[in-house]
């Protein structure tokens, strides 16, 4: 009988929560989607509050602890859901530290519910242990590491990186040639149907296939100069677009 009168005043709560729920915020139930994740949180906790009612009959202090554990365990979940775009954007600047080409790009969490932001998209790299700017950029689907080259013309791609990114030798004409600091080179015209770094897009992009091995991709002012904005500040290279 006892248990019988715990289970009804469990239930008349949460529906009475349920009731204070709706009128505080009228719009969350309205909601199909939210009405679901509601009723299946409020389900979740019918069961572990019944749980709980049936064992203390026999055991309440192991009851009431494993009682507390959940409840500390489901406000540590509602926590970092919370706080999840804070603790995305801590991640990734540790991550950017750690591995300075893959950048750190601006937070997301002021974004509306469209996903497009009125501002500018940007993304941040730290110079890497040789005094350079390297960037990870994801090119027709295929990661490439880039060398940032304010000296360079042209987004260069080296022969391997090339072949990375689908651009078999017998595709590539050697037809124009370039000036670099190591002399007169031959380097072959393509077009990047997609180059991807972080949140900045750019479609179409032309570029060139270095005949002569290279150490590593180039990033020149074709790139840069089509951005919104880029600056060198506090030894961190931040692009915008």
């Given at each position: ?5 715990i ?16 009128n ?30 049936l ?18 365990i ?22 950017g ?20 932001s ?5 993304v941040r790299?730290?110079?890497n ?33 090339a ?10 004409n ?5 000036e ?6 031959h ?8 180059l ?46």
């Amino acid at each position: 009988m006892r248990v019988t009168v715990i289970a009804v005043a469990i239930v008349a709560a949460i529906v009475a929560l349920l009731l204070l729920l709706n009128n505080a915020f009228p719009n969350v139930l309205a909601d199909p989607d939210n009405r679901i994740r509601v009723f299946a949180s409020f389900g979740w906790l019918l069961l572990l509050v019944g749980s709980v009612a049936l064992r203390f009959r026999s055991q309440p202090g192991t009851a009431l602890r494993s009682l507390a554990a959940w409840l500390l365990i489901g406000l540590a979940l509602v926590w970092v859901y919370a706080y999840r775009f804070e603790a995305q954007e801590i991640g990734n600047r540790i991550f950017g530290e750690l591995v300075p080409a893959h950048g750190i790009s601006a937070s997301t969490a002021a974004l509306p519910a469209g996903g497009s932001s009125a501002g500018p998209r940007e993304v941040r790299f730290a110079l890497n242990e040789n005094g350079h700017y390297q960037v990870q950029a994801r090119v027709n689907g295929t990661y490439i590491t880039f060398l940032v080259d304010t000296g360079a013309s042209d987004v260069v791609l080296s022969p391997d990186d090339a072949r990375r990114v689908g651009f078999a030798d017998n595709q590539l004409n050697f037809i124009e040639r370039a000036e670099t600091a190591n002399g007169i080179a031959h380097v072959a015209p393509v077009t990047l149907n997609n180059l991807t770094i972080g949140p900045i897009v750019m479609a179409r992009l032309p570029a060139k296939v270095n005949q002569a091995p290279m150490p590593y991709s180039l990033l020149g002012m074709r790139f840069l100069n089509q951005l919104r904005g880029w600056r060198v500040q506090q030894q961190t290279l931040i692009l915008q677009q």
